[in-house]
């Protein structure tokens, strides 16, 4: 089994469950949807960057007190807070909602969105676990 199987079946299941919920929902719009389902997506796949990097285990480490460097962390980092940023503008922006017809999201809708993206980390744990990338 390819280890990038569950990890693609849970971005699928997570655009398509978080567009379908929101769209259905009393309180959503097709606008919302399209918006919460790709915050959703960007956030599992930046749990998944955290999760194949070596920069989890090494602020683990750390806060157990054993000081241990990593190289690549600050281009992860970066790479990270420029991601969130443009998350931010493109949910935001009334000229992004416009062109891409989103909309802006409650602070209450970012956190179901950071929520359902956190299982991403043990699913990719555990794919990296039996099939480790080369």
């Known amino acids: 089994m390819c280890g990038s199987s569950p990890i693609s079946l849970y971005n699928w299941t997570l655009i398509f469950g978080m567009f379908e919920w929101v769209s259905q929902a009393p309180w959503g719009s097709l606008e919302l949807a399209r918006t919460m389902s790709i915050q959703a997506l960007v956030m599992g796949r930046i749990f998944y960057l955290l999760s194949i990097s ?10 157990s007190g054993k000081a241990q460097r990593v190289s690549g962390a600050p281009a992860v980092l970066g790479g990270i807070i420029v991601a969130l940023i443009l998350q931010l503008i493109f949910s935001n922006s009334a000229f992004v909602n416009s062109v891409f017809q989103t909309a802006p999201m409650t602070l209450d809708q970012w956190i179901i969105c950071l929520l ?19």
């Open 116 to 134: 359902v993206s956190l299982p991403m980390i043990v699913i990719a744990s555990s794919v990296n676990r039996f099939d480790p990338p080369n």
């Open 54 to 63: 070596q920069l989890l285990p090494s602020l683990m480490a750390r806060l």
